[in-house]
């Protein structure tokens, strides 16, 4: 179940960078509304077919009122970081968070391991700091990308920026070269010379902007993609509390194949549509049009997003009711990182070389560190 639900999830982001919805500049809002459309469709798809009577929860719509964000987050920084780089940030955050918060507040407990002398000791902590130190090179090897670009970029732009531009040509009947400034007005060189200077200072400015937007549009794409793992582990931490304060594992407001997938689908279309409101009229205070649902563009990656993600929560709900938290999300993010990376790599070509090297050696680490971690548990 977690690894199906691993595939899915790692695939629904694909569709957020396809040419024809980045040129139309989709909003992130019109995304989630798709995706909470057809949450709310599959729920009831699932009550219509289950024998048991449909039984509200609230608790859905608290778990809705999480993934709305975590949503809205892999939405804003796919573009910015890329699909690989954000699903794994994410998944890796929520990885950690939903082990720490199972093992520390809800008391799952997790192995001790003895040494020669008697002594007991957790490998939760090290297998935790792997995962981190693999999020690190990831983050290293696709700065290393930019820093190339911005390399790359800085040279054609000097090759082609106004300069002296050496002419050869033979006399006919001397066979002697001169040496011709082309951007001089005549034979006095200073006009030109004033000219190259300036624009080589605008070219460094340029070029300078260009690195400080470059690496600030990155920084927010790392930041919003860990915020997206802290909200994601809150989303399925709650089916868990939800069904323990309910005082029974067996509740049917609590069945993924029922009743909870439609308070969850209910929920997640309602906060979006309020989400849509607000950002209309966060809109209109700028003197700018509310966001567009631009049907044309979003018919079919829309509706391919939102139904992968279903696929995908509904797998992971399944997978968490029955076998916990700490356990089944690092797998489920596991599957979901080899999936997306593959995508990025194969697909969309964002690395190549020595940095798609470490970039798929860091995920290898974090993926092996965070299936570790998950065999800890006791």
Known sequence: LAVIGGIANGTFPVFIKTPPVLAAHVHPVIFQIYKSFYAFLLGVVLVLFNITPYNFTWWGVASAAAWIPAGLATIVSVPRVGVGSAVLITASTGSLLSFLVFWICFGEEIKTHRTAAGGTFYLAPAYMTGTLVGMTGLIAAQQGILTQLNV?????????????????????????????????????????????HTSKQSTQHLMHRRRRQSAGTQAVGFSVAVLGGLCSACQYGLVTLGRAQAGGFQ????????????????????????????????????????????????SRPGSAAGIFWCIGNLFNTLAVTSGGNAIVIPLSNAMSLITSGAWGLLWYREMRGGAAVGWCIAAVWTVSMVILLSFEKA
């Open 152 to 196: 790359g970029a800085s040279r054609r732009s000097r090759l082609h920026s106004p300069a002296t531009v050496q002419i050869s040509s033979s006399d006919s009947t001397s066979g002697a070269s001169a040496d011709v400034d082309a951007d001089s007005g005549g034979s006095d060189g200073s006009g030109g010379s004033d000219e190259m």
């Open 251 to 298: 509740s049917q407001q609590f069945d993924p194949l029922g009743s909870w997938m439609l308070s969850f689908g209910g929920g997640a279309l309602a906060i979006s549509f309020l989400t849509f409101l607000a950002a209309s009229w966060h809109n209109m205070l700028h003197g700018q049009p509310p966001p567009k649902m631009e049907l044309k563009v979003m």
